[in-house]
């Protein structure tokens, strides 16, 4: 009879819920999503008839750690952020370091390499990649065999 009622005791669910509790919290490594999210860097990707365009937002780094690199139909853009802050008031001193380098590729075909253009103002790099041949369509639709 008592195979057809489902019986749980309570304080075994209990148990169960902080066993597995205290098991995530020490067995997973809970700074691994802090660390990916601050190497990565947003970057948008538009195509005109003339020119592809990229934005990279990139807060916090200076101009001079930025570089770029235009090869075998990649982009590159690679930045390192490398800051101090000390804030010292009366009975309390505060210092913080942040440190990261961080670098994203993009697959750019038909580029004319040697009038590649880029700017940084804002935080936002704006890198213009003009076109060989303008009148190259990309096809938008692809037949399924």
Do not use: W
Not at 114 to 140: E, W, Y
């Amino acid at each position: 009879m008592f195979g057809l009622v489902p019986f749980r005791n309570k304080m075994a669910a209990r148990r169960d819920y902080l066993d597995q509790l205290m098991q995530g919290f020490f067995d997973d490594d809970f700074l691994s999503p802090v660390r990916n999210m601050a190497n990565a860097f947003r970057v948008d990707l538009r195509e005109t008839d003339n020119e592809y365009i990229v934005e990279a937002d990139l807060p916090g780094v200076k101009k001079g750690d930025i570089t770029l690199h235009y090869e075998n139909q990649y982009l590159t853009i690679a930045a390192k952020r490398d800051e101090t802050q000390e804030e010292k008031e009366e009975n309390y001193v505060r210092k913080e370091r942040r440190y990261g380098q961080f670098q994203r590729s993009l697959y750019v075909d038909n580029v004319l390499e040697d009038q590649i253009d880029a700017t940084f103002n804002d935080g936002v790099l704006s890198v213009t990649l003009p076109k060989k041949d303008k009148s190259q369509k990309r096809r938008s639709n692809i037949p399924i065999h």
